[in-house]
């Protein structure tokens, strides 16, 4: 650990430490390898400590006797100190981005300007840090960060970590990059290279992906992360996890239970596309009533639930249950491909009054072509239906769609703003009395366009964000 010189870093390094004193490690490393990875997550600190792929590429780098330490990005950081040793990002010569938002492209480009690095590979030299883009994004959006990267991973880092490591461990620049150009799941675009595979970790139960710290910020605040399931069975048109995660892969319940008997004093936050479409969830279940284990989900689909696991999930604290019904109306739900019913629908609302919950979230999906006003106070419709159950607390999430690459509905266009903003009044106006929260219409807007991002518009970003700043660029963008 060595404390900052200038004064004016101080409230930086403290902030930073703060966070990292506050987490429980689970698993610690000496971070002592000649080999040094800054693994950074271009967003706030609670952000980052809700992704498991965060903590777990960190881990599997540590196990494979790389140093990586962990970190994030606030708007008025300057120097960039680890979470684990408060080192400064400028003591690393490899920086691997692990990217999960569209609007996070601005955040690296931001940190990368603050720390006085060249933006494009095009004017960085041997002596400059590797650039390095990994992350949810790579699986569908990838050339937004053509312009920026040196090397872009696409995919699950398990399927190529050997080869990562030991390209690594040559050192110099120039030899990493050359090892990395063999890896089929990675772009180098110094080189010209596309990837010609997605990388698919086929088998999560070898090394059954879980956390190695415990946040205490955060949405799983308190809370170990394990992975349970990879990957979606179903194919909702606009979602990406089940068009680009295939195979799914799922840890079987011996699996779990090694690491909930090694952890059993923890709470738990198991992650998947889905916990009710895990094949095994009754022995899953077994199990965690077995070590008395309180736990929370990252998801659940309506037609899955089962009393069961919401009375577990009660008697773990949890006060809401959040679930996605998308339309309001069953034309929307078929478009969207949502596959679920009215009858689903309403029985999982009585299911999770019936198990306790007075609390409730459901996520809408507005701004469709064949959307009317019927659909929209349909939405009304369902929430009303909540509150004559019962429910005291009702949020509603109403979000616009933003078409995806790698999805059915990758040729569809976003409907105009102006649209979008009448739309988003209308709802607010028939919504009154309920607990609202919107995406913004134009981040939403600024995550399509930079979604469908190719390499020469990459380069014009970069040209423009270097001359005028992110400000005009998100304004050009939008524009476009």
Not at 57 to 82: D, M, Q, T
Not at 308 to 325: E, G, H, I
Request: net charge positive; glycine share 6%; charged share 30%.
């Amino acid at each position: 650990m060595r404390r900052p010189r200038k004064s004016s870093d101080y409230r930086e390094y403290y902030e930073v430490l703060k966070y990292r004193k506050s987490e429980k490690v689970v698993k610690d490393f000496s971070y002592s390898s000649r080999v040094k990875v800054a693994l950074i997550f271009p967003n706030k600190y609670s952000i980052a400590s809700s992704s498991l792929s965060f903590s777990f590429v960190a881990k599997l780098f540590n196990e494979s006797g790389i140093s990586c330490e962990r970190f994030f990005h606030e708007g008025w950081f300057r120097k960039y100190y680890s979470l684990e040793t408060q080192s400064p990002l400028d003591e690393f010569r490899i920086w691997a981005f692990s990217v999960h938002y569209e609007l996070d492209f601005f955040n690296v480009l931001d940190l990368l300007k603050s720390r006085g690095l060249p933006l494009s590979w095009r004017e960085r030299n041997k002596n400059h840090p590797l650039i390095i883009i990994g992350g949810a994004l790579t699986y569908f959006a990838p050339f937004m960060f053509w312009e920026v990267a040196d090397v872009i991973y696409h995919g699950d880092l398990e399927e190529h970590l050997g080869k990562v490591v030991e390209s690594f461990l040559l050192g110099e620049k120039e030899k990493v990059l050359s090892s990395l150009l063999e890896i089929p799941a990675v772009s180098i675009p110094p080189e010209g290279k596309v990837f010609k595979k997605l990388a698919t970790c086929r088998n999560l139960n070898d090394n059954p992906p879980h956390s190695h710290v415990i946040p205490s910020h955060g949405e799983f605040s308190g809370r170990l992360l394990i992975e349970v399931g990879r990957g979606c069975i179903r194919k909702c048109k606009f979602c990406v996890a089940g068009h680009t995660q295939k195979p799914v892969r799922f840890v079987k319940p011996d699996v779990f239970e090694k690491i909930v008997r090694k952890y059993k004093e923890e709470k738990f936050g198991l992650i998947s596309a889905t916990i009710t479409d895990y094949p095994w969830l009754d022995e899953l279940l077994d199990v965690l009533e077995r070590y008395s284990i309180k736990f929370s989900v990252s998801s659940m689909r309506m037609d899955g639930l089962n009393l069961r696991l919401l009375k577990l999930l009660k008697k773990s604290d949890q006060r809401t249950f959040t679930v996605a019904p998308e339309g309001g109306s069953q034309k929307i739900r078929d478009i969207l491909g949502k596959d679920i019913k009215e009858e689903d629908i309403a029985n999982a609302l009585k299911m999770g009054r019936e198990a306790g919950f007075d609390g409730i979230k459901m996520y809408f999906i507005y701004g469709l072509e064949e959307e009317n006003e019927e659909d929209l106070l349909a939405i009304k419709k369902l929430a009303d239906f909540a509150r004559s159950l019962g429910y005291n607390r009702i949020t509603l999430s109403l979000n616009p769609l933003i078409p995806k690459p790698k999805t059915p509905f990758e040729k569809r266009t976003m409907l105009p703003s102006h649209i979008l903003r009448e739309k988003f009044s209308f709802l607010k106006k028939i919504l009154k009395g309920y607990r609202l929260t919107f995406e913004s219409i134009r981040e939403s807007i600024l995550q399509y366009r930079l979604a469908f991002a190719d390499k020469s518009l990459s380069r014009e970003w970069v040209k423009i964000y270097k001359k005028f700043g992110a400000k005009e660029l998100k304004r050009h963008i939008l524009k476009a």
